[in-house]
T-cell receptor, first 109, second 113 residues
């Protein structure tokens, strides 16, 4: 069975600081990994995904995630966050998506 | 944005009453999903559909039923609502499973009193 663990429920950071949101997964089959973002009072939007190939994947707004098979991790990073990045972030492993519990990123001025 | 709508967007109902939530898509995607979102649990899959009249259970299906009579509509029914079903419900669609992105609707906030 597949499962996902997000290691931090809340991450407060100051604007322009770097951030890492941690995600570990377990899966006995080929892995598709996703990060979704949910802004307040909205549905989820895909941020980035790993299907195969390069282990480092990037989003259009400066986030990146690295697939690490040996550590079964898919951590999300951004070198410099903005107030507008305040949201809840979900890691998920696919087929039928299995979601982690979510991490609330709060960016303070 | 993917064309997914959910109705109603907000609903308050009493324990023991039946409730039906509707998801409508204009993308002609084969797969449709119902999730519930609760604090500390992320999103959990209730039921999904892989075609007209083809549905299967997810992780938390007890107390819920679904129907899909047309490609574009996926209905979630709570036959007899309970307070534990107070949640935010999201519909999602995808072209296929596995590598395909899921597109989410705006959600329905359901309160059972």
């Amino acid at each position: 069975a597949q499962s996902v663990t997000q290691l931090d429920s809340q991450v407060p950071v100051f604007e322009e600081a770097p951030v890492e949101l941690r995600c570990n997964y377990s899966s006995s089959v080929s892995v598709y990994l996703f990060w979704y973002v949910q802004y307040p009072n909205q549905g989820l939007q895909l941020l980035l995904k790993y299907l195969s190939g390069s282990t480092l994947v990037e989003s259009i707004n400066g986030f990146e995630a690295e697939f690490n098979k040996s550590q079964t991790s898919f951590h999300l990073r951004k070198p410099s966050v903005h107030i507008s990045d305040t949201a809840e972030y979900f890691c998920a492993v696919g087929g039928k998506l299995i979601f982690g519990q979510g991490t609330e990123l709060s960016v303070k001025p | 944005d993917a064309g997914i709508t959910q109705s109603p967007r907000h609903k308050v109902t009493e324990t023991g009453t039946p409730v039906t939530l509707r998801c409508h898509q204009t993308e002609n995607h084969r797969y449709m999903y119902w999730y519930r979102q609760d604090p500390g649990h992320g999103l959990r899959l209730i039921h999904y559909s892989y075609g007209v009249k083809d549905t299967d259970k997810g992780e938390v299906s007890d107390g819920y039923s679904v129907s899909r009579s047309k490609t574009e509509d996926f209905l979630l029914t709570l036959e007899s609502a309970t307070s534990s079903q107070t949640s935010v419900y999201f519909c999602a669609i995808s072209e296929s499973q596995g590598a395909s992105e899921q597109y989410f609707g705006p959600g329905t906030r359901l309160t059972v009193t």
